[in-house]
T-cell receptor, first 113, second 115 residues
Framework: SQQGEEDPQALSIQEGENATMNCSYK?????LQWYRQNSGRGLVHLIL?????REKHSGRLRVTLDTSKKSSSLLITASRAADTASYFC?????????????FGQGTRLTINP | ETGVTQTPRHLVMGMTNKKSLKCEQH?????MYWYKQSAKKPLELMFV???????ENNSVPSRFSPECPNSSHLFLHLHTLQPEDSALYLC??????????????FGDGTRLSIL
């Protein structure tokens, strides 16, 4: 399966703490993307890391990619209540000349005030 | 405002009804996608359109019929659905289908309930 698998499935932490979510996958990729989904809403793109990159930052987000281990992590620093959401990793592939994203089942993150 | 608008946001229909979901993107993108999101399952890609042409049908039952009249609009026509079709249906777009290193932009979805 090409699916990304997030770990943990659910995470609950106190506001101000850091949250780390992991994603593993099984086949080679062009990139790996992280998305956030608030309850009842669509997915919002957070960050894209290419297969030749190892680390990327965006504000309080830090993403790492280890292609040798076929894994990625998303770190959210200094968490806020508004970060409560589901987070999905998606592996990006070029199949037959067309982009394809394969999503994992997500991590449900709860930030407690 | 994500730039991708889906209507209706909620839809309840009987198994014999015919209804349509609509998606409109204001981003100038050329590729559009339909996804199905069910509880406790990963997002499932259903259809892909590139410059109005369907490029992928991911073994979707014929009771789901997509239509893409232009690069900005995408419809999903529904007919004789089953209870297991109850889910959140998400539309997404991206600039070019052939560029793998780009994000997809999602609408807020239509929550579909089949009675």
């Amino acid at each position: 399966s090409q699916q990304g698998e997030e770990d943990p499935q659910a995470l609950s932490i106190q506001e101000g703490e850091n949250a780390t979510m992991n994603c593993s996958y099984k086949t080679s990729i062009n990139n790996l993307q992280w998305y956030r989904q608030n309850s009842g809403r669509g997915l919002v793109h957070l960050i894209l890391i290419r297969s030749n990159e190892r680390e990327k930052h965006s504000g309080r987000l830090r993403v790492t990619l280890d292609t040798s281990k076929k894994s990625s992590s998303l770190l959210i620093t200094a968490s806020r209540a508004a970060d409560t959401a589901s987070y999905f990793c998606a592996t990006g592939h070029l199949v037959g000349g067309a982009q394809k994203l394969v999503f994992g089942q997500g991590t449900r993150l709860t930030i407690n005030p | 405002e994500t730039g991708v608008t889906q209507t209706p946001r909620h839809l309840v229909m009987g198994m014999t009804n015919k209804k349509s979901l609509k998606c409109e993107q204001h981003l100038g993108h050329n590729a559009m996608y339909w996804y199905k999101q069910s509880a406790k399952k990963p997002l499932e890609l259903m259809f892909v359109y590139n410059f109005k042409e369907q490029t992928e049908n991911n073994s979707v039952p014929s009771r789901f019929s997509p239509e893409c009249p232009n690069s900005s609009h995408l419809f999903l026509h529904l007919h004789t659905l089953q209870p297991e079709d109850s889910a959140l249906y998400l539309c997404a777009s991206s600039p070019y289908l052939t560029n793998s290193n780009q994000p997809q932009h999602f609408g807020d979805g239509t929550r579909l309930s089949i009675l």
